[in-house]
């Protein structure tokens, strides 16, 4: 529990203005440690703000616990949840509470790609209406390339702005004798994820954002024409013998945190390494960003009318049990104030166009967060979004088949095969 008593008095004049009301919020997710830090020092920063007290509880489990506290009525006032898809869940239960009116309208004007926010945080209540019930607030960017500044300033070559000039350097880059790209997709028991990502991106760079939205869904079937060819959009990358270091073979048999060494080995095993902000926790000790290593956007078409998009992930507040502070409590998150507070600190991306950049303690980030401010199209993770026997199951097996030499189309019917049996 916190309070803050050093606004005491001014705090104490506005009630009695009736300007602010005093009183508590809970909160429940799954931030520990640093990051349970930094979203108190937010915390903080709304309790100095309204005079309000708060609680925080986070936890590994958060994923059972919330659906226990929700069942037995007991739930916080906020709860945070890093996939949609559970928050989608809960909503049709009867779980969550829609948010204030107009809220929505002020996603749509204060957030970079404004309605694939408000799309995101809709989902349909107990009696199939939909609503918006919730508010994203940290976002992660996983249309990044990872490259060797210095390797490329040696050899010549230039940033890709289009995905037609990223094809353009794959094939310069083989003709000078050397790889492109380095992949892996082990991981484990998790094993394949990682180019589910590729398919992701690939398909918001050939298809509408409502095609994805329909395909994530299973209103479109994965074994659909439009699928299959950004799949083989990635086979186009993957199972080319020339492009990936060790050839496409070692694709499906590479650890994923190992696969970005080839940026930084002596002659370069590959220039480039597509994968989300988090890839170098697993670079050489010492690399630094932004010196030893960059990245760019993972670009577009430029021959497709499809802006800009972003694929990534993130966490939405919803409200879990209702209250006035539980609203006043995301009406704070829409605040400037609320974003730069954790931007100041590390591990934070938004999309709210209004905060100053320049708060950024990491140059890496705040590049991070012009591509995301730079998007047209933001959408989640659709693996996530996926029922988990597809999204964590066999969507990550198809794609290590597709990757050892599985037809597309014989890959998506086995995962449309699967989705259909969960049904």
């Known amino acids: 529990m916190k309070k803050i008593n050093s606004l005491a008095c001014m705090v104490a004049a506005l009630l009695t203005a009736g300007t602010v009301q005093a009183g508590n919020v809970s ?11 930094n979203v108190e020092a937010v915390l903080d920063g709304y309790a100095k703000s309204t ?14 616990q919330v659906r226990i506290d929700s069942e037995a009525g007991s739930a916080a006032n906020v709860s945070i949840f890093p996939q949609p898809g559970l928050a989608a869940d809960f909503a049709k239960l009867g779980f969550l509470t829609p948010l204030a009116s107009g809220t929505g309208d002020w996603i749509r004007d204060n957030y970079a790609a404004g309605q694939s926010w408000v799309d995101l945080g809709t989902y349909a209540g107990p009696g199939g209406q939909d609503n ?12 990044l390339v990872w490259y060797n500044p210095e390797n490329f300033e040696d050899a010549g070559y230039s940033v890709p702005g289009t995905m037609e000039e990223l094809k353009a350097l794959n094939d310069k880059i083989v003709a000078d004798g050397s790889t492109p790209w380095c992949i892996g997709l082990g991981s484990g028991g998790a094993t394949g994820w990682p180019a589910t990502d590729w398919v992701e991106d690939l398909m918001l760079r ?12 299973n209103e479109m079937k994965f074994n659909d024409p439009r699928v299959v060819a950004a799949i083989e959009e990635f086979g186009a990358f993957a199972r080319n013998e020339a492009y990936v270091a060790g050839g496409s073979g070692a694709v499906s048999t590479t650890d994923f945190r190992d696969s970005p060494k080839g940026l930084f080995s ?50 939405v507040f919803v409200i879990t049990n209702d209250s006035p502070d539980a609203h006043g409590l995301i009406e704070y998150l829409q605040s400037t104030e609320a974003h ?12 709210h166009k209004g905060v100053d950049t ?8 705040k590049k991070m967060n012009d591509i995301l401010l730079g998007a047209t199209t933001f959408r989640f993770d659709g693996s996530d979004l996926m029922p988990g026997g597809v999204g964590a199951g066999s969507f990550w097996t198809g794609m290590v088949d597709y990757a050892d030499g599985k037809s597309a ?10 989705w259909d049996a969960l049904k």
Request: charged fraction near 15%.
């Open 27 to 37: 909160l429940f997710g799954p931030w520990l440690g640093p990051d349970q830090e």
């Open 51 to 64: 005079g309000n007290t708060y609680s925080y509880v986070g936890s590994d489990s958060f994923e059972q």
């Open 132 to 143: 918006l019930y919730g508010f994203f607030y940290k976002v992660d960017v996983k249309s």
């Open 206 to 217: 050939t298809q509408p954002p409502a095609v994805y939205d329909h395909w994530v869904s």
């Open 266 to 315: 002596s002659p370069a095993q590959c220039y480039m390494h597509r994968q989300a902000s988090f890839i170098p926790a697993f670079f050489p000790e010492g690399t630094v960003v932004g010196e030893d290593a960059d990245f760019f956007y993972f670009p577009a078409y430029a021959n497709k009318d499809l802006g800009s998009p972003v694929l990534g992930a993130g966490t």
């Open 340 to 351: 730069e507070i954790w931007m100041a600190r590390k591990g934070f991306l938004t999309p």
């Open 358 to 365: 320049s708060v950024f303690s990491d140059p890496t980030l």
């Open 409 to 418: 189309q014989s890959v998506a019917d086995a995962i449309q095969a699967s």
